[in-house]
């Protein structure tokens, strides 16, 4: 059974993970976020939106079951951004 997400501590990431975090391109940094969840088997479900650059998620988490991804690689619950389902 896979731990809960917010049971992952920060200082169990991989040090090389956290190298490339840094290092990258905006671009390159959503996608080693969405490699990441779904090599830990977190991630159920994601969508691109060419529009906006935005990738939304679905998780296993219940801290943080569906999230935003900017183009920035910052993640936000869904709620906390305007207009995500056209409304």
Known sequence: ???ELSAIKP????LDL????KTCGTKQRTYL???ALETLGFLIYQLYDPDTGNWY????STTL????IT???EIYPIE????????
Not at 18 to 21: D, I, S
Not at 65 to 68: C, E, L, M, N, Y
């Open 80 to 87: 906390w951004v305007q207009n995500y389902d056209g409304d």
């Open 71 to 73: 183009q920035t690689g």
């Open 11 to 14: 200082c169990q990431i991989n």
């Open 1 to 3: 059974m896979l731990p």
């Open 33 to 35: 976020i969405i490699n």
């Open 65 to 68: 079951p569906r999230a935003v």
């Open 18 to 21: 956290k190298t490339k975090l």
């Open 57 to 60: 998620i679905e998780t296993s």
